[in-house]
């Protein structure tokens, strides 16, 4: 682009996540979202968590939402939660080692892997894409990013999510299929990563069907929060 030009229509805002203890805040470049990454999540959606290695889908950035306010989708009727632990990169790659994964993360946040199940049940019985029922209008309600200096690595630890008071999903990231490493590694051999994407890392057993005015509050241990309420449809 030259001096000169000038944009034809307006540009898009970028996208920022806040940080724990920070003033700065984290630019999003890509999402991506690991599928079927816990045994017991695979089992309860119907398949064999040893017969299928995970694999990967990808949101949009302009999909994140830090409002705590989730309005209930359009053209669904069955908007599912999925809790998930959501690692952020500092830098990225091809092939990175699973040795050196950790080297690239810049920390980590809770987020929900919101999904309309309906229409994504269509799109897999069809064998057409996912992103009508992944990727739509804020369905990436996530927390603020805490860096890996004060969060640790995150390979254990509570992961859970309660809808009005009530647990619906309770698991521990050491029952993740793909490990962390393996999935930065994996994903670095499919993809170039890059500083600001996001990494969605699965999503325990537990999943569940959400109504306007669900609260619905994820933790995992030793990061903040994520506490979302679903809004009537706009
Ligand atoms: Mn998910």
Not at 5 to 18: G, H, K, Q, R
Not at 20 to 35: E, L
Not at 77 to 87: A, G
Not at 126 to 155: C, L
Request: contains cysteine; proline residues 9%; glycine residues 10%.
């Amino acid at each position: 682009m030259t001096q000169s030009s000038t944009y034809a229509v307006a540009p898009p805002p970028p996208v920022v996540l806040p940080i724990t203890g920070s003033d700065a805040v984290f630019p999003v470049r890509r999402v991506y979202c690991v599928g079927r990454n816990y045994a017991d999540h695979a089992i309860e959606m119907g398949h064999d968590p040893d017969a299928e290695p995970p694999f990967f889908f990808q949101k949009n950035p302009d999909n994140l939402v830090t409002t705590g306010r989730f309005p209930y989708p359009a053209a669904s009727q069955d908007v599912h939660h999925e809790i998930e632990l959501v690692i952020a990169l500092k830098s990225g790659g091809r092939n990175i080692p699973a040795e050196a994964a950790f080297d690239h993360i810049f920390g980590y946040a809770v987020g929900l892997d919101m999904t309309r199940r309906d229409l994504q049940s269509v799109a897999k019985k069809a064998g057409r894409p996912w992103e009508v029922g992944k990727a739509f209008e804020r369905s990436a309600p996530v927390s603020p990013i805490t860096p890996i200096g004060d969060a640790g690595r995150m390979e254990a630890g509570a992961i859970r999510l309660t809808v009005n008071g009530t647990a619906r999903q309770d698991g521990d990231l050491n029952q993740m299929i793909w490990k962390i490493p393996e999935i930065v590694a994996t994903l670095s051999g499919l993809f170039t990563l890059a500083p600001g994407d996001l990494v969605f890392t699965g999503t325990p057993a537990g999943v569940g069907a959400v109504a306007s005015g669900d609260r619905l509050v994820g933790e995992v241990d030793g990061l903040e929060k994520l506490d979302v309420t679903v809004m009537p449809a706009e």
